[in-house]
Antibody, heavy 118, light 110 residues
Framework: EVQLVESGGGLIQPGGSLRLSCAAS????????MSWVRQAPGKGLEWVSAIHSDGNTNYADSVKGRFTISRDDSKNTLYLQMNSLRADDTALYYC????????????WGQGTLVTVSS | EIVLTQSPGTLSLSPGERGTLSCRAS?????????LGWYQQKPGQAPRLLIYGASNRATGIPDRFSGSGSGTDFTLTISRLEPEDFAVYYC?????????FGPGTKVDIK
């Protein structure tokens, strides 16, 4: 069974840093395109970043230069390093598998909440 | 960046009625294959993939959900609404990064 479990969220002051983790089971992270998607309270879905199986990365303009996506193949885990956090980064952060071949995001974690506030 | 527009913003229907949701892209999301997906999200839950490739149901999705369209105009149809179908529905393009989502259509009980 495919499972994604996020962790690492919390309350952080503006300008601070946080690293999110997404532990995967039931499939191999390094063989898939993996993404982070966020959802601000009461708002819609916003794609944040993705890492391809070949290691290439993509970012939304809103986080480029501040966030870094990576993975640890030995731990089958995806990460999102978030620096210079701002109030508008407050959101529930989901990791998702995809897009791969003809599929979009076919599996999602339950999310981890990041709150940026002083 | 491909911008997705969804309409209506809210759709008020009764159980058993048919629901038709629209998604329009600012540019084509594919030629031979439409890289357009639909998701359902209920309060407090992660999104769930319903449709991929504009018209293919994901694993375990009931056949009352169907997708259609190509190029820039797409439709999600729920043939007969069940009580568990009242939720927010998002379309998403995955032909190119950034993999943008539409703003969502909320389907609520009339």
């Amino acid at each position: 069974e495919v499972q994604l479990v996020e962790s690492g969220g919390g309350l952080i002051q503006p300008g601070g840093s946080l690293r999110l983790s997404c532990a995967a089971s039931g499939f191999t992270v390094r063989s898939n395109y993996m993404s982070w998607v966020r959802q601000a309270p009461g708002k819609g879905l916003e794609w944040v970043s993705a890492i391809h199986s070949d290691g290439n990365t993509n970012y939304a303009d809103s986080v480029k230069g501040r966030f870094t996506i990576s993975r640890d193949d030995s731990k089958n885990t995806l990460y999102l390093q978030m620096n210079s956090l701002r109030a508008d980064d407050t959101a529930l952060y989901y990791c998702a598998r995809g897009p791969n071949l003809y599929l979009p995001f076919d599996s999602w974690g339950q999310g981890t909440l990041v709150t940026v506030s002083s | 960046e491909i911008v997705l527009t969804q309409s209506p913003g809210t759709l008020s229907l009764s159980p058993g009625e048919r629901g038709t949701l629209s998604c329009r892209a600012s540019q084509s999301v594919g030629t031979k294959y439409n890289y357009l997906g639909w998701y359902q999200q209920k309060p407090g839950q992660a999104p769930r993939l319903l449709i991929y490739g504009a018209s293919n149901r994901a694993t375990g999705i009931p056949d009352r959900f169907s997708g259609s369209g190509s190029g820039t105009d797409f439709t999600l149809t729920i043939s007969r609404l069940e009580p568990e179908d009242f939720a927010v529905y998002y379309c998403q393009q995955y032909v190119t990064s950034p993999f943008t989502f539409g703003p969502g259509t909320k389907v609520d009980i009339k």
